[in-house]
């Protein structure tokens, strides 16, 4: 191995496989993580260590690692102080941002949180929990819960916790009634290590290519063929994250063009192409898009 090493810190539990196969598609060969602590990637310069989300950060502010991947919410709760590298919008449902939301049973009589006042709260988010409602100015007792926090939710007052779509929540038939914390993945360096050269040019390379990577996810390219009579037509229909690229043919009356858009408007935007005069459409996934 390298004299020069990167210890990176890679969230287990929920967002791992979200958070490998991301690292697959930037280019990495990782392997081993379903047996170790410590998978191997195949760059001499990187240690992969796993860690749980919610005491990464803590492990990177002490610099027992020099940079990790963590939840917004749990840099929070840990009141770490780390140097935010970057946002990384990927998780293990969806790509948008995660909530700690304030819950009751839809029975319950509560419909704001001052009603909850002189209650008990429980939640795994505790210290964000506790700031949320001091800023209310509303006086709660809040309750650290192990996990399984929608059952409780019938045993105290109301509960705090993460969802994304919502849906077990309303499985349970709780009701949401304020949001305490809006989360999303982060890439964060210690501040020393950021200060390093060499790890900073390290942090800074991974981030462009996991950036890329999460880009790449929803974009398509797109070539196609057509009549220089209909070019300023189909460039009027092209919702192009720049200027498409436009080549000439062999045969002189028809352009080649070469765009990348984003693949929920791709399935709307062929059959205009087509009806305008495109031809040899094809499209094509994306490895990596940077900006």
């Excluded at 502010?61 to 990790?68: N, P, R, S």
């Excluded at 390379?205 to 209909?230: C, E, P, S, W, Y």
Aim: aromatic share 8%; proline share 3%.
């Amino acid at each position: 191995m390298s004299q020069k090493v990167l210890k990176v810190g890679i969230p287990k539990g929920s967002l791992q496989e979200a958070t490998f196969d991301l690292f697959s598609r930037a280019g990495f060969n990782v392997s081993g993580y379903e047996r170790s602590y410590f998978p191997r990637i195949d760059d001499d310069e990187i240690q992969l260590i796993m860690l749980r989300a919610q005491e990464m950060s803590r492990y990177v502010a002490d610099g027992v690692l020099d940079a990790g991947i963590t939840g917004y919410d749990w840099i929070m709760e840990n009141e770490s102080e780390v140097h935010e590298v970057c946002e990384l919008s990927y998780s293990k449902a969806t790509s948008k941002p995660a909530r700690w939301v304030l819950a009751v049973p839809n029975e319950s009589k509560v419909k704001k949180a001052k009603d909850l006042g002189g209650g008990i709260i429980a939640t795994e988010l505790v210290n964000a929990t506790k700031k949320y409602f001091s800023e209310k100015n509303i006086e709660v007792k809040v309750e650290f819960s192990w996990g399984a926090t929608e059952v409780k939710a019938r045993l105290v007052d109301g509960i705090v916790e993460l969802t994304e779509t919502g849906s077990s929540l309303a499985a349970n038939n709780l009701r949401i009634i304020d949001t305490v914390l809006t989360s999303t993945t982060r890439f964060i360096a210690n501040t020393a290590a950021w200060e390093d050269e060499f790890k900073r040019r390290k942090i800074e390379n991974i981030t462009i290519l996991l950036k890329a990577a999460i880009d790449a996810k929803t974009r398509v390219g797109m070539k196609m063929n057509v009549l220089k009579t209909n070019l300023e037509k189909i460039l009027r229909l092209l919702p192009a994250e720049r200027s498409p690229t436009v080549s000439s043919l062999a045969e002189a009356d028809y352009v080649a063009l070469e765009i990348v858009v984003e693949d929920s408007v791709e399935r709307k935007l062929i059959p205009e192409l087509k009806r305008a005069g495109a031809s040899g459409i094809f499209t094509y996934p994306l490895n990596k898009v940077i900006h």
